[in-house]
């Protein structure tokens, strides 16, 4: 395992050469220097938009990861080329649509019964669709914010939190494995956000088709999902969550619960963590994470997260358990970064993943 690691290392080292490599040193010319007027550069112009203000982000980001467990997997992937176009309308209507062509992949087209005056057969294209994010926001209020469209549910801390930002290649197995965070749909969410006394409290609450992003209701009530955050002082967030569903034709259940914690202890060192238990599938699982992130100078982190799982209570032996150790190199923060892990599993194949980043 060390040389897919020194592999992995090596991958990384060289990206970083290539980005920071300074030039070859040009000996000192003895003729007279001329001087030279540049043009001061032209002031970007703004993208015209047809109404309103319109602006446009993006991530890349490729992949180099080694994993046996399993079918053994040798590759680099291009794991995200995500397009965003938003928006404002005036101050309180905002919109936003995200495409990822890499997730064209992600092969997920399933045909699904629609019932009607004549039952007929319809096709859901799922995540082969490059279309991720569809927001159209009203904010009726200061406090209150309505989301209608595809989205992310509100259910999780690491989940809703930025790919772009995440301490760690892969998200922790509640997200990557369980599919409980990071879980987009499409529905309507009233976001609240308050401050009482010096303590902001933000709930927020959803309905949802309850099938997944870029599909139809199958059958049934939607879905309901209601998380709140509380932030008592600076530096310290609690959370709670619950989602409420049925899923598929068979409607069956499918319900998850979890608790989130997240402490800034000093300038360098940020911990979090968050547990879940719920049904999916007819299978009662579980899982928890446990993660720490040390800044060692301005633009080098260290990281390590502790992530269990049981996909299934009921069957015995079958849980995983991670320990993922981690390194951060930023070039510019998250938006051009470059990060290396490797993951230890306890009674299974070792891992190692690599990640090259740029947002805009």
């Known amino acids: 395992m060390k040389s897919i690691f020194l592999k992995g290392l090596i991958v990384v080292t060289a990206l970083a050469i290539n980005c920071f490599g300074e030039s070859a040193a040009v000996p000192a010319s003895t003729e007279t220097p001329v001087a030279v007027v540049v043009a001061a550069p032209k002031k970007a112009e703004a993208v015209e938009a047809g109404f309103g203000k319109i602006k446009l982000n993006g991530l890349l980001q490729i992949w180099y990861y080694n994993d046996n467990m399993g079918a053994p997997i040798d590759s680099f992937r291009l794991r995200r080329a995500e397009i965003k176009l938003s928006g404002e309308i005036n101050q309180d209507v905002n919109w936003a649509v995200m495409f990822d062509p890499a997730q064209v992949r992600e092969d997920d087209t399933s045909a699904t019964v629609v019932p009607t005056s004549a039952t007929v057969s319809v096709t859901n294209v799922g995540r082969k669709s490059v279309l991720q994010d569809f927001v159209i926001s009203l904010k009726p209020a200061a406090f209150l914010t309505l989301d209608f469209g595809q989205y992310k549910i509100p259910f999780g801390m690491e989940g809703l939190t930025s790919s772009a930002a995440l301490d760690f290649v892969?998200?922790?197995?509640?997200?990557?494995?369980?599919?409980?965070?990071?879980?987009?749909?499409?529905?309507?969410?009233?976001?609240?956000?308050?401050?009482?006394g010096g303590i902001k409290i933000k709930p927020a609450v959803g309905i949802y088709n309850g099938e997944g992003q870029n599909k139809l209701d199958v059958e049934g009530p939607v879905d309901l999902v209601g998380r709140l955050v509380i932030e008592p002082v600076k530096d310290i967030q609690i959370g709670l969550a619950r989602y409420e569903g049925k899923k598929g034709l068979s409607q069956a259940d499918n319900f998850q619960s979890g608790i989130e914690l997240k402490m800034k202890l000093l300038n360098e060192l940020s911990v979090y963590g968050e547990y879940a238990m719920g049904r999916d599938s007819a299978k009662d699982k579980t899982t928890y994470y446990a993660a720490a992130v040390y800044t060692l100078v301005e633009n080098l982190q260290v990281a390590v997260r502790y992530d269990f799982y049981d996909p299934n209570i009921n069957v015995a032996a079958d849980d995983r358990t991670e320990v993922v150790g981690g390194l951060n190199y930023f070039i510019e923060k998250n938006k051009a970064k470059l990060q290396l892990n490797y993951v230890y599993r306890v009674n299974s194949a070792d891992a190692v993943r690599a990640n090259v980043q740029i947002s805009y």
Do not use: S, Y
């Not at 599919?179 to 969410?189: I, S």
């Open 170 to 196: 892969e998200r922790a197995n509640l997200t990557a494995v369980l599919k409980w965070g990071d879980r987009r749909d499409v529905g309507v969410t009233a976001k609240f956000d308050f401050d009482i």
